[in-house]
């Protein structure tokens, strides 16, 4: 086991600083198949090398120590995967066949960090069911992103990136969820954000449309 594992979703080449690692994208692989496989035999080790290597076009046999080593010495002790329960084994050794095959499941770390990630379609459904398992004080920092999230989703999933890499740069801890941490990612682009935001509430009614229009343009 890694002495300080770390979180490698934003890793980058340093010489492609927009290619992603094999790591970085093992690793969202992973989080990504755990967030969006319901069925317990799908969320195994081999079942998971096996689709992210049919994902690749890869022998699933070649990535599996990679899935291994990624969930016993870094999502595990980070608590952002948790053992889900064991499936029994008909065959095998006897041992095995007592103790079965662990799957695995997001913790609530886990599910923030997912929320982070763009390759997940229908973020909705897994950002109310983070919401439900938070305690009060951690809905009551997050309930405006949650209303955010209905008219404008990309606004409000940017913030929660911002929040999850400054989790795997060190500055704060994912839960519990708080506004204070949430400010510790504040940069430009937010201020940037709010500017505009600020702004554009004070257009007339035709202002808005011709920024509307202009922005459509762009897009």
């Known amino acids: 086991?890694?002495?300080?594992?770390?979180?490698?979703?934003?890793?980058?080449?340093?010489?492609?600083?927009?290619?992603?690692?094999?790591?970085?994208?093992?690793?969202?692989?992973?989080?990504?198949?755990l967030a969006t496989m319901p069925s317990p035999a799908d969320r195994t080790r081999t079942a998971l090398s096996q689709k992210i290597a049919q994902e690749n076009g890869i022998i699933w046999k070649n990535?599996?120590?990679?899935?291994?080593?990624?969930?016993?010495?870094?999502?595990?002790?980070?608590?952002?995967?948790?053992?889900?329960?064991?499936?029994p084994l008909k065959r095998g050794p006897k041992a095995l066949q007592e103790k079965g095959i662990p799957y695995y499941r997001l913790s609530k770390k886990g599910m923030l960090v997912a929320l982070s990630l763009d390759?997940?379609?229908?973020?909705?459904?897994?950002?109310?069911?983070?919401?439900?398992?938070?305690?009060?004080?951690?809905?009551?920092?997050?309930?405006?992103?949650?209303?955010?999230?209905?008219?404008a989703p990309r606004?409000?999933?940017?913030?929660?990136?911002?929040?999850?890499r400054g989790f795997c740069n060190g500055e704060l801890e994912l839960v519990p969820f708080s506004i204070s941490n949430l400010k510790k990612t504040s940069d430009e682009t937010i201020l940037t954000q709010k500017?505009?935001?600020?702004?554009?509430?004070?257009?007339?009614?035709?202002?808005?449309?011709?920024?509307?229009n202009f922005l459509n343009q762009l897009t």
Not at 127 to 151: G, N, R, T, V, Y
Not at 196 to 207: I, R, V
């Open 1 to 33: 086991m890694k002495k300080n594992p770390r979180l490698s979703i934003f890793d980058t080449f340093k010489t492609k600083s927009t290619e992603l690692t094999g790591e970085a994208n093992r690793q969202r692989a992973i989080i990504v198949t």
């Open 63 to 87: 990535i599996y120590s990679g899935i291994f080593r990624d969930l016993d010495e870094i999502l595990m002790p980070l608590e952002i995967v948790e053992e889900d329960g064991r499936l």
């Open 119 to 151: 390759e997940i379609i229908g973020r909705d459904v897994l950002f109310e069911h983070f919401f439900s398992i938070l305690d009060k004080q951690e809905q009551e920092a997050i309930m405006m992103l949650k209303e955010i999230s209905k008219f």
């Open 155 to 164: 606004f409000c999933y940017s913030f929660i990136e911002k929040y999850v």
């Open 195 to 212: 500017e505009f935001l600020e702004g554009f509430l004070k257009l007339s009614k035709s202002g808005k449309e011709d920024v509307i």
